[in-house]
């Protein structure tokens, strides 16, 4: 069965202290494993879409890497402002576009 | 550009009620996805449609729940009888797919509903 695990479950950080966040995966035949970040009381925005081992995004502070098994997402020199709940989802083989998503990361960033 | 549109952003209603959720999503996008999150399962896909037409409803937790998409503009998402156990945020999301394409779904800001 597919399957999204994420860790950390909560993570607190202070400010400019990097870090990083895990996704693992198993899923037969990944298509793309896809980062969300969420607000409160908002919907999960799109970050990146990794498609194949050794993959990697990068936007401002955050930068997405894929192997085989997992994903990264690191945080460098983190602000208030990224704090938010960060979502990993996977697409596996299949006739369309079917996310599952993990648990998600809670990050707090504090000055 | 607007993005995916969801009403109500919160409901409150007495179990027993008709609850009805809608969602516009965004212009030119062929898929939309209807999401169910809490604290315990996480965010659940509950139904998918495609071309306007239902493709995937193995989420839809019973016969209570029932979704529509009778234009690429609108769906609604409906609970009849409503129960305290749906209480939860509701998500939309869209987006285009053609082929294998993996384009990113969109999500709106969801509805908050509390039935009590």
Known sequence: EDQVTQSPEALRLQEGESSSLNCSYTVSGLRGLFWYRQDPGKGPEFLFTLYS???EKEKERLKATLTK???FLH????????????LCAVQGPGGYNKLIFGAGTRLAVHP | DAGVIQS???EVTEMGQ???LRCKPISGHNSLFWYRQTMMRGLELLIYFNNNVPIDDSGMPEDRFSAKMPNASFSTLKIQPSEPRDS???????SFEEGYSNQPQHFGDGTRLSIL
């Open chain 1, 53 to 55: 081992a050794g993959e």
């Open chain 2, 8 to 10: 109500p952003r919160h």
């Open chain 1, 69 to 71: 098994k997992e994903s």
């Open chain 2, 18 to 20: 008709e609850v009805t």
């Open chain 1, 75 to 86: 945080i460098t020199a983190p602000k208030p402002e990224d704090s938010a709940t960060y």
């Open chain 2, 88 to 94: 939860a945020v509701y998500f939309c999301a869209s």
